[in-house]
């Protein structure tokens, strides 16, 4: 099992960036996709994007909401997860978390497929 930790987030302007760090600390980083969901307040929780486990091939996807705004970066040896929000819209703000699984890549969608999550942090886009 993998213990995560978020940095990064807090407020920014409409058009604007945010990086946002998941580490991990814990045994087989590598076994592990690591995937950002948000939840905005009233909302369920959303699928942002997810770095697939090298065994896996280890290739990035993203929600249609963020696909070309939003850009996920993994370093399997400092076991970091990166999301790079940029052109960000007041839609995006939400408490933005990561979390691990070990799902098949078909389900790694999939919120209930995650098992161990980070405490989030918030990210806020004002207009």
């Known amino acids: 099992q993998v213990q995560l930790t978020e940095s990064g987030g807090g407020s920014v302007q409409a058009g604007g960036s945010v990086r946002l760090s998941c580490a991990a600390s814990?045994?087989?980083?590598?076994?592990?996709?690591i995937g950002w969901f948000r939840q905005a307040p009233g909302e369920e929780r959303e699928f942002v994007g997810v770095a697939a486990r090298p065994g896996s091939g280890g290739s990035v996807y993203y929600s249609e909401s963020v696909k070309g705004r939003f850009t996920i970066s993994r370093d399997n040896t400092k076991k970091m997860v990166v999301l790079q929000m940029n052109a960000l819209k007041p839609e995006d703000s939400a408490i933005y978390s990561c979390?691990?699984?070990?799902?098949?890549?078909?389900?790694?969608?999939?919120?209930?497929?995650?098992?161990?999550w980070g405490q989030g942090t918030q990210v806020t886009v004002s207009s």
């Open positions: 979390a691990s699984s070990q799902a098949a890549l078909s389900a790694i969608r999939l919120l209930r497929m995650y098992s161990s």
């Open positions: 814990g045994d087989n980083f590598r076994n592990y996709h």
